[in-house]
């Protein structure tokens, strides 16, 4: 029960902050400040269901595996890495999140027709 408290105290705090965000980015014609704003305010209303927070997780770990996997590839190194060593992190994130697909299939939604 003391986790649920805990939970809605920081879903109004983080709802907040996303609205404080969101005027800050409309006044300023700052979207990137105003996205940020909208993006708290979606967490603060997942934050009650688990399985809801745990399908953003699985979500932002597969964005931050696509964008480190582009940086690399662009040359533009993110961190002091060599190339086996970051396809080695994809490869546990994917993992950990149970994401199996084929990277030649295009179109998955098509085979079934």
Do not use: W
């Not at 940020?36 to 934050?47: A, T």
């Not at 060593?85 to 098509?110: S, T």
């Amino acid at each position: 029960m003391e986790n649920k408290k805990r939970h809605h105290e920081l879903s109004a705090k983080i709802f907040k902050m996303g609205d404080a965000l969101m005027k800050e980015g409309v006044d300023k014609e700052d979207y990137i400040i105003t996205n940020v704003g909208n993006f708290m305010v979606l967490i603060s209303g997942i934050i009650h269901d688990e399985n809801d927070i745990h399908l953003f997780s699985e979500l932002c770990s597969m964005f931050s595996a696509k964008k480190l996997y582009e940086t690399q590839r662009l040359e533009n190194p993110m961190v002091d890495m060599l190339d086996e060593d970051v396809f080695k992190i994809i490869d546990k994130l994917r993992a950990e999140i149970n994401l199996d697909f084929d990277e030649n299939d295009e179109d998955d939604e098509d085979d079934d027709e």
